[in-house]
């Protein structure tokens, strides 16, 4: 179980390391690296299939740093940076609370800003 501090078991961390390890080695890139990240989705489970009630964040693993190999492994910057942009989006929803509109509302401003 969760700790009320929101951590999680030291075991569980343990499992999820090993984890992480053999996905590195089956696709020959590492998590958190500058040059060759590995992303991850992160889903939400539930005993019973519940369609369109799942929690998802999807780029996990990627930073201020991890963004830049992803640009250049892509040759796409723009796609890099929208994928980064998706994971704040995501991730300050599903687990920060954060209502989505509030990012498209910043972007959207933003966007008008620079006239994009």
């Not at 089956?26 to 998590?31: I, M, N, P, S």
């Not at 963004?67 to 929803?93: H, I, Q, S, W």
Request: some cysteine; glycine content about 8%.
């Amino acid at each position: 179980p969760i700790s009320r501090y929101g951590d999680l078991p030291q075991e569980l961390w343990v499992e999820v390391d090993k984890a992480i390890a053999r996905v590195e080695q089956d696709l020959g890139r590492k998590f958190g690296d500058a040059e060759n990240p590995l992303l991850f989705s992160c889903r939400s489970g539930a005993r019973i299939s519940m369609p369109g009630m799942m929690d998802t964040v999807l780029n996990v693993g990627l930073t201020k740093k991890t963004v830049e190999g992803l640009a250049k492994a892509t040759n796409n910057p723009k796609f890099a940076y929208d994928a980064y942009r998706r994971l704040l989006d995501m991730f300050g929803d599903v687990v920060l609370g954060i209502p989505h509109e509030a990012f498209e509302d910043k972007l959207e401003a933003l966007k008008e800003k620079v006239g994009v």
